[in-house]
């Protein structure tokens, strides 16, 4: 059925006459980092994500867009459909996220714990462009940017919208944008609630895993003169999330909606996050400009479940200096994040301070990048009874580029970068919440060689990379639990290579595919007398696919037909490669037609239509169902 409903459409679309809107394709500019270039003369592999496209995907979160349109692959965490787990190039579901620095108008979204970045606070129709730098990105994103950066950048416009959709399970979403921009003032508004009548059972009174959440966000820039910008924006979130626990293969096999036999088979969280941020920027001429932003997050995390609530404090800052004349670009600056966590027995704390230089150079068709970054990490553990323990680490983070365009179509590209991971907090607890140790960073060397091909009806990029790891950190699970702890992995590797293509058949139908294969191989590893040397990592798929056709029978209906695919990995635990049971393929189709006119739209979205059943594995019988079952929205949005 499903390659029958595929062929259907692209025979309807390649026999349709051309009465579309005509779609052309151009190198998109990547706005996000302190150098502007673009898709053709960057020299990292790259992807670029407009609001236009985000906007057609019609999803109810980043994640899923990341998910399904790109090369990041994103799962619940444990079953959290809030905070989930990223990765790219192969660091593993399990870990993958913390190998990946999320910025949104240039502030970190990582934690300093074991929290993934809280994408869910972003809503989709606020966001401008979504800008992916794999395997680098080190000299201005910092520490943890080894996969590479995910910017997200926010919309400045004078466009006013409101949105509002529907769907199976209880789900109901209102969203809306307004903004304002002159010569002097830019100012915008943006807002989402939403909620969801849970799909799982986590009781045995017939209550789901249902969730609500809220966020509310400004933007504001002010220009007094001609040389001096003045900014200040807030975001605040609120999250009432249960998810439901793991459950058996067998149970899985029988009704993934089933209730957990779990001590805890449901989890209650309230997560709440408040930002405020100020900056500004002065121009003494077209080609030198100082820059200089702060922020400062609240946020709790409160587990009524497991009566347990942390309260973290973030601060960050940027300062830095751009200089531009013609073919020479040069950024230094200064990058700084303090963070604490305060838990009813401890304060821990990582403070990160570092200065950063990149300077890139075009001469003729070549173009070179090259880049410097030197960041100390120190951390602070503070038990409420004891004695407070202390670590510094100095690291250091190179990137080198070359970008040598053949034509105006065509490029190759070359690029080295030393990376590195300071451990997050919670690597220095064990089992039950006892100290563990300071452990050591891990660093990477990052390779990577790449091809770009882009004209109005083609955009085709191909990259290859090659990592080479030392004291990748993990968490050795003892099936006892007697020698679980987070630790370090001696030697490892990865490889493999980037694949997309975005082709423009005719004014009706275009595709795009975004194919990555990964292998991730530990090469010296022994624990607690298992040794894992020439073990592949487990939680990471060789192969994923995700493919998107869309068929436009006339200017004002589009009908998409979207298939992800990543195949069978070993459980997120099984570091010996021998468990029983290993994570399954994941498969999603999904359908959805949009009708627009100038200033609204309707639009129908059916996810996963085979009624695939997926799920994240973290060893045998601990197996927790991620979009198991069919899911449809149905809604409007409104344009002025």
Known sequence: MQKTLQFSLLTAALLSQLHANEITLAPLEITSTSITTDELHATEAVEVYTQKEIEAAHVQNIYE???????????PSYGNPFAQKLDMHGYGIGDGYQNIVIRVNGRKLNNIDMVPQLLSSISPNQIERIEIIKSSGIVEGGDGANAGVINIITKESNEKQIGFYAGTYNTVDGNFYAGHTDDKLSLSVSGEAQKNGGTRYIDDNGNKDQNKFSNFSF??????????????????SDIDTWYASSLTKAQYDEDPTQKSDSYYSGVHQLYT????????????????????????????????????ESKYTYNSYN????????????TVGIDGFNGDRKASKNTTTKDNIAGYISAEYRLSNSTFKAGYRYEKVSYEYAPVNGVSLTQDDSLDG?????????????????NYTKSYQAPDIDRFFNWGGTFNNFISPMKA???????NYITKRNKFKISAYYIDLKDEIYYYSDPTYVASKNTNIDKSHKYGFDFYDKFVVNEQFNFSINYNYVMAKI??????????SGKELPGVSNHNVKAVLNYMPNTHTTLSLTEIYRSEAYAANDFTNSFIQKQDAYTSTDISVTYSEKSWEVFAKVNNIFNQNNGLWIKDDKIYPVNFTTTAIAGINLKY
Not at 65 to 75: D, Q
Not at 219 to 228: E, H, K, Q
Not at 445 to 451: A, E, I, K, P, S
């Open 65 to 75: 867009f990341l998910n399904k349109e790109t090369s990041v692959t994103a799962m």
């Open 523 to 532: 090469d010296t590893e022994i624990e607690n007398g298992e040794d894992f």
């Open 398 to 414: 190179i990137e080198l580029g070359y970008n040598l365009a053949l034509n105006k179509e065509q490029s190759i590209f070359a």
């Open 219 to 236: 933007d504001l820039s002010y220009t007094p003169v001609d040389a001096l910008e003045l900014r200040l924006n807030g975001l605040t």
């Open 273 to 308: 996050s408040d930002v405020i941020g100020a900056g500004a920027s002065y121009y003494f001429n077209d080609k030198l400009s100082l820059n200089a932003d702060f922020s400062h997050e609240y946020k709790t995390s409160n587990y009524i479940t497991y009566d347990s």
């Open 445 to 451: 060397d990052n390779y990577t060689l790449g091809y």
């Open 319 to 330: 300062v830095n200096a751009k200089y531009s004349d013609n073919n020479f670009k040069v």
